[in-house]
C-alpha cells in the first residue's frame, strides 16, 4: 500500500503555531481510515501523542492537536516550544488488518 | 502501561533470517484488547509497518514483506518473535516492537533495536 504523503520539514519560531499535513493518495480514499500522530525525537522510540484521527493520550499537551477531512489529516502544535522539534509520523489503519505510515516531517524550531 | 523490550542478535549476515524477540512486562500478552506489533526504522529514515499479531495466533503482514515474514506468539513466556528471511543490506534498520490498541494506534513501543546486515 502506498505511504502516506507528509511535508518533508516545517519550521516554527518559539510561541507559533505549526501545522503538518498527512495525505492519502486521491484513488481508494475510503481505505484511509483512522490516523494517529507519533512524535519522534533523535534516538528515541517513537511516542504516540494522537489517536482516533483527534484524540490526545493522557498527559499529552494541549497544545497538540488534529484533525482529518477527506484524504487529509492535520497535526497542529500551539505554542512552539524547543522540546517539540522532533520528527512527526502520521499513521493509518488501512483495512484487513494493516497499517501505513507517513514518510514522516522534520519540525525545526527556530 | 505495558512496557516492551526487544532482543536478540545485533548483526546478520547477508542471505539469513533475522530473528528478534519482544518481551511484554506490565500485562498480559494474552489480553484481548491488543495486537503486538513490529515496526521498523532504516537508519536515517522513516517509520515502516511490519506485521501485528494477536495472541491467538492470527497475523497480518505489511504485503511488501509478507513473503519474508514470519510474527509468532509465545503466551507462556508472554512474549512474540520476528523471523525476517532472505535478509539484505536493505533490511538494517532500527526494529521496534510495540503494542497496538484496538483503536488502530501503537500506544506503548519499546526502546528500539539496531539490527545490522553485513555481507
Known amino acids: 500500500q502506498s505511504a502516506l504523503t507528509q511535508p518533508a520539514s516545517v519550521s516554527g519560531s518559539p510561541g507559533q503555531s505549526i501545522t503538518i499535513s498527512c495525505t492519502g493518495p486521491?484513488?481508494?480514499?475510503?481505505?484511509?481510515?483512522?490516523v494517529s500522530w507519533y512524535q519522534q525525537h533523535p534516538g528515541k522510540a517513537p511516542k504516540l501523542i494522537i489517536h482516533e484521527d483527534s484524540r490526545r493520550p493522557s498527559g499529552v499537551s494541549n497544545r497538540f492537536s488534529a484533525s482529518k477531512s477527506g484524504t487529509t489529516a492535520s497535526l497542529t502544535i500551539s505554542g512552539l516550544q524547543a522540546e517539540d522539534e522532533a520528527d512527526y509520523y502520521c499513521?493509518?489503519?488501512?483495512?484487513?488488518?494493516?497499517?501505513?505510515f507517513g514518510g514522516g516531517t522534520k519540525l525545526t524550531v527556530l | 502501561q505495558s512496557q516492551l523490550q526487544e532482543s536478540g542478535p545485533g548483526l546478520v549476515k547477508s542471505s539469513e533470517t533475522l530473528s528478534l524477540t519482544c518481551t511484554v512486562s506490565?500485562?498480559?500478552?494474552?489480553?484481548?484488547?491488543?495486537?503486538w506489533s513490529w515496526v521498523r526504522q532504516p537508519p536515517g529514515k522513516g517509520l515502516e509497518w511490519i506485521g501485528n499479531i494477536f495472541y491467538r495466533g492470527s497475523a497480518f503482514y505489511n504485503p511488501s514483506l509478507r513473503s519474508r515474514v514470519i510474527i509468532s506468539v509465545d503466551t507462556s513466556k508472554n512474549q512474540f518473535s520476528l523471523s525476517l528471511s532472505s535478509v539484505t543490506a536493505a533490511d538494517t534498520s532500527v526494529y521496534y516492537c510495540?503494542?497496538?490498541?484496538?483503536?488502530?494506534?501503537?500506544?506503548?513501543w519499546g526502546q528500539g533495536m539496531l539490527v545490522t546486515v553485513s555481507s
Open positions: 506490565g500485562g498480559s500478552i494474552s489480553s484481548s484488547a491488543y495486537y
Open positions: 510495540a503494542r497496538l490498541a484496538g483503536s488502530w494506534d501503537l500506544d506503548s
Open positions: 499513521c493509518s489503519y488501512v483495512g484487513s488488518n494493516t497499517l501505513v
Open positions: 486521491s484513488s481508494g480514499v475510503g481505505n484511509y481510515k483512522v
